[in-house]
T-cell receptor, first 115, second 112 residues
Framework: GENVEQHPSTLSVQEGDSAVIKCTYS??????FPWYKQELGKRPQLIID?????GEKKDQRIAVTLNKTAKHFSLHITETQPEDSAVYFC??????????????FGKGTKLSVIP | DADVTQTPRNRITKTGKRIMLECSQT?????MYWYRQDPGLGLRLIYY???????NKGEISDGYSVSRQAQAKFSLSLESAIPNQTALYFC???????????FGPGTRLLVL
């Protein structure tokens, strides 16, 4: 099955700096890669996603890049703010039959933005 | 997302007890999932269901069972709880394509 590795497990940055979180996946058939943000005590929520036919996608201060050849994708947060502090999960979607897909999650990165 | 709800939100139980966690959704999605979250281990899939008559085991199904009572309801049972089942449990839903998943608020379970 799919295996998703995520690094680093913890990341501290100064407010205003950029943060980068990286993930690798094993199944070359995976074609959808979402990123979830989980604030303390809250549920994971989708913040951005990318499909395999696209190399990069941006949404204001966040962007995701995908390298299908190398089987890795990254989350970039620019001009970080204290409210960006959270745990971030990457995931890869693999086909599980009957027209449906399953997500395999990375272990998460705890991002701390220091004011 | 208020469209996916879980009950109870917190539960303390003893080893050997049977416990049921419930999930309901008003999103009209046909896919439902149960995940377990442990510190440093991310989200691991326990069971998933693509419709009322479909139940599938996930990565860590041992010690758990599920019931899909209706399109909107998906329950997770621990037949005989043990301490290493102490965790945060999330229900999630997705539409027919099954890619974007929407999570419930979670149930924090402590097994003594």
């Amino acid at each position: 099955g799919e295996n998703v590795e995520q690094h680093p497990s913890t990341l501290s940055v100064q407010e205003g700096d950029s943060a980068v979180i990286k993930c690798t996946y094993s199944d070359s058939a995976s074609n959808y890669f979402p990123w979830y943000k989980q604030e303390l005590g809250k549920r994971p929520q989708l913040i951005i996603d990318i499909r395999s036919n696209v190399g990069e996608k941006k949404d204001q201060r966040i962007a995701v890049t995908l390298n299908k050849t190398a089987k890795h994708f990254s989350l970039h947060i620019t001009e970080t703010q204290p409210e960006d502090s959270a745990v971030y999960f990457c995931a890869a979607s693999t086909y599980s039959g009957a027209g449906s897909y399953q997500l395999t999650f990375g272990k998460g990165t705890k991002l701390s933005v220091i004011p | 997302d208020a469209d996916v709800t879980q009950t109870p939100r917190n539960r303390i139980t003893k080893t050997g007890k049977r416990i049921m966690l419930e999930c309901s959704q008003t999103k009209g999605h046909d896919r439902m999932y149960w995940y377990r979250q442990d510190p440093g281990l991310g989200l691991r899939l326990i069971y998933y269901s693509f419709d009322v008559k479909d139940i599938n085991k996930g990565e860590i199904s041992d010690g758990y069972s599920v019931s899909r009572q209706a399109q909107a309801k998906f329950s997770l049972s621990l037949e005989s709880a043990i301490p290493n089942q102490t965790a945060l449990y999330f229900c999630a839903t997705s539409d027919h394509g099954g890619e974007t998943q929407y999570f419930g608020p979670g149930t924090r379970l402590l097994v003594l």
